[in-house]
C-alpha cells in the first residue's frame, strides 16, 4: 500500500540508517526527510539515496509550527517517525534551553501539525491508518544501581538536561493519545553504536581519536555501564514497532549488551590494534581518566522482553561483530571523518540542492 512517512532527523545518525531502510524496503512508500541540517545532520550520510524517486529531503526547523504545518498540508503524510532532537548529554549540560526548544517544543509542534491533519481519531488498538511512532531514550528511566533492568513499567527519572527533555517529549506524546486519540508508539531505546555516529559520542570519539593518536578520554572511574546496541538493529526495531506495534504502547529496545565504559574502550583498542598492526597495548597507552560527566548516570540496562515477545524482535549482531565492522566503516570512510572534524559536511546540502 502506498504512504507517505515523514521522517523527522533522517539526516543525523539513527535516522540516516532508517531512511536507507525505509527508501529501500518499501518502494511503494514516499519517504519524507524532514532535517533542520544542525551540527549533528550530515547528508553525507545519505548521498547514496540522492536521485531515490521514493526519497525526498526537506530542510526545516521543528521549533518554526508554521514550516512544520505547511509540510504536514504539502505532504498528507500517513505516518511520521520523529527523531529529530538535540542528543548529546554533555551538550545539554551546558545548552539545557536548545533541548527544550528542539526536544519538547519541536515534538509538540509534530504532534499539533499531526492532530490537525488527522483529525479526531479513535484510538483503535489494533494500529493501521495514521500513527505517529516517537523515538526515545532508556534515559528517561534514571539510573540504576549495580543491578536490574529497565521495563517498560518503571517509573520516569530523568537526570540530565536532555533525558529531561526527552521525557518530558514522552508525556507529550502520551498525552497527545489520551487527550485527542492521536494514534502513538513510543521506542525507547538503549545506546546505539555504528557507522554515521557524530565523533562527539564515546565510540566514534576514540575511534577518531586513536586515529589521531590522541587521548582516550574516559570519564570518572570508567566504571559507568551502559547497554549498547548495533544501530541497524535499532532500525529494524522502530521499523517492526512502527508497522506491528499497538497503538499506545512503548516498547522498550536494547542489546542485552552491558559494558563499562572502561572495559569496552579497551575491547575497541584491542580491536584498534589488531586492524591498524600495531602491537597489543599501543592504543591502550591513550587511555587517560578526566573529571566526571556532572550527574553521570551511573549504569543503563534495558529488558527486551516485550518487543521479542510480541513483535519477534532480537539484535542480529553481537558486540564484538558489530564493534568491528563499525571500525571498519570508520577506517574505511576517512574523507566522511574529515569532513566532520572540518566542518565540510555543512557545506554539502548548498552544494547538493541551492544551485
Ligand atoms: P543525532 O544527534 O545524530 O541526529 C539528530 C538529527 O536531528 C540531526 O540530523 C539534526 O540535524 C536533526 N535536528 C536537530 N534539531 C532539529 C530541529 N530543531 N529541527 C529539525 N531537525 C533537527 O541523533 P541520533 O543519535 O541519531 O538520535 C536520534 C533520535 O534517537 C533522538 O530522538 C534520540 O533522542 C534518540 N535516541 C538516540 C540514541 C543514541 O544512542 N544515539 C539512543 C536512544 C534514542
Ligand atoms: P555518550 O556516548 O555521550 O552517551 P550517553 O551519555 O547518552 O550514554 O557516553 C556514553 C558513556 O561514555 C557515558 O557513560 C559517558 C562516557 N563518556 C566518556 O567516558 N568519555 C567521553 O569522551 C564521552 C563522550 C563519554
Known amino acids: 500500500m502506498s504512504k507517505t512517512i515523514i521522517i523527522t532527523g533522517g539526516a543525523g545518525f539513527i535516522g540516516s540508517h532508517l531512511v536507507r531502510l525505509f527508501v529501500n524496503k518499501y518502494p511503494e512508500y514516499t519517504i519524507v526527510n524532514l532535517d533542520a541540517l544542525t551540527y549533528a545532520g550530515n547528508l553525507e550520510n545519505l548521498k547514496d539515496m540522492e536521485g531515490r524517486p521514493n526519497y525526498i529531503f526537506e530542510k526545516a526547523n521543528i521549533v518554526d509550527a508554521a514550516a512544520v504545518q505547511a509540510l504536514f498540508q504539502k505532504y498528507q503524510p500517513d505516518g511520521v517517525i520523529h527523531l529529530a532532537a538535540e542528543s548529546h548529554v ?115 570519539l576514540m575511534i577518531h581519536n586513536i586515529i589521531n593518536n590522541k587521548p582516550l578520554p574516559v570519564y570518572g572511574d570508567g566504571n559507568y555501564t551502559r547497554d549498547w546496541l548495533y544501530v541497524i538493529d535499532h532500525a529494524r526495531a522502530i521499523d517492526l514497532v512502527f508497522h506491528q506495534g499497538t497503538n499506545g504502547e512503548k516498547y522498550n529496545v536494547g542489546g542485552f549488551n552491558e559494558w563499562k565504559n572502561i572495559d569496552l574502550v579497551k575491547l575497541l583498542c584491542k580491536q584498534m590494534d589488531e586492524k591498524l598492526g600495531h602491537a597489543e597495548g599501543t592504543s591502550a597507552q591513550l587511555i587517560t581518566y578526566v573529571k566526571d560527566r556532572p550527574g553521570h548516570d551511573l549504569r543503563y540496562a534495558i529488558d527486551a522482553t516485550k518487543i521479542n515477545r510480541e513483535l519477534g524482535w532480537a539484535p542480529s549482531v553481537t558486540f564484538e561483530e558489530g564493534l568491528s565492522k563499525t571500525i571498519d566503516w570508520y577506517l574505511s570512510n576517512t574523507e566522511w571523518l574529515e569532513h566532520v572534524t572540518s566542518g565540510a559536511y555543512q557545506e554539502y546540502y548548498e552544494r547538493q540542492y541551492m544551485h
Request: glycine share 8%; charged share 15%; hydrophobic share 30%.
Open 90 to 204: 554533555d551538550r545539554s549540560i551546558t545548552s539545557p534551553l536548545d533541548f527544550v526548544y528542539t526536544n519538547v517544543v519541536g515534538t509538540v509542534n509534530l504532534l499539533n501539525a499531526a492532530k490537525e491533519l488527522w483529525g479526531p481519531l479513535p484510538a483503535s488498538p489494533a494500529g493501521g491508518g495514521a500513527r505517529f511512532h516517537h523515538v526515545s531514550t532508556d534515559e528517561v528511566y534514571g539510573a540504576l544501581g549495580s543491578t536490574g533492568l529497565f521495563t517498560e513499567d518503571t517509573k520516569y527519572d530523568p537526570h540530565s538536561p536532555y533525558s529531561a527533555s526527552k521525557a518530558s517529549s514522552d508525556h507529550f506524546v502520551y498525552a497527545y493519545a489520551d487527550t485527542y486519540g492521536l494514534p502513538v508508539v513510543l521506542t525507547n531505546c538503549s545506546n546505539n553504536y555504528g557507522p554515521n555516529h557524530f565523533p562527539e559520542k564515546l565510540i566514534p
